[in-house]
């Protein structure tokens, strides 16, 4: 089983930038598919954004495509999310998901295996 641990959350100006880290500890975690997932107040957890284990598939919602990078550091086990422009209406909890199969980016098909704890986003107009 791999354990996830979020970082990087917190207040941030609309317009501004934010990074999000999801650390990765299990022999296995590199070879995950990997998602972000959000979930604001009163709504259902939501896709974000994922990739694969070698990085070279990525998958973005529409909300926040040109907008927010996904990117992984397999020597680190550690996946990013880069929050560009952020909006009002991207406030949220963020979590870090783990999918044991390598190359899944569709949100349709990922079933998770390993959650995070969550990082709280939080962006001002």
């Known amino acids: 089983q791999v354990r996830l641990v979020e970082s990087g959350g917190g207040l941030v100006q609309a317009g501004g930038s934010l990074r999000l880290s999801c650390a990765a500890s299990g022999r296995t975690a590199s070879s995950y598919a990997m998602g972000w997932f959000r979930q604001a107040p009163g709504k259902e957890r939501a896709f974000v954004a994922a990739?694969?284990?070698?990085?070279?598939?990525?998958n973005y919602a529409d909300s926040v495509k040109g907008r927010f990078t996904i990117s992984r550091d397999n020597a680190k086990n550690t996946v990013y999310l880069q929050m560009n422009s952020p909006k009002p209406e991207d406030t949220a909890v963020y979590y870090c998901a783990g999918d044991r199969t390598p190359w899944v980016v569709d949100p349709a098909r990922l079933r998770p295996a390993s959650w995070g704890q969550g990082t709280q986003v939080t962006v001002s107009s």
């Open positions: 990739i694969s284990s070698s990085g070279g598939f990525t």
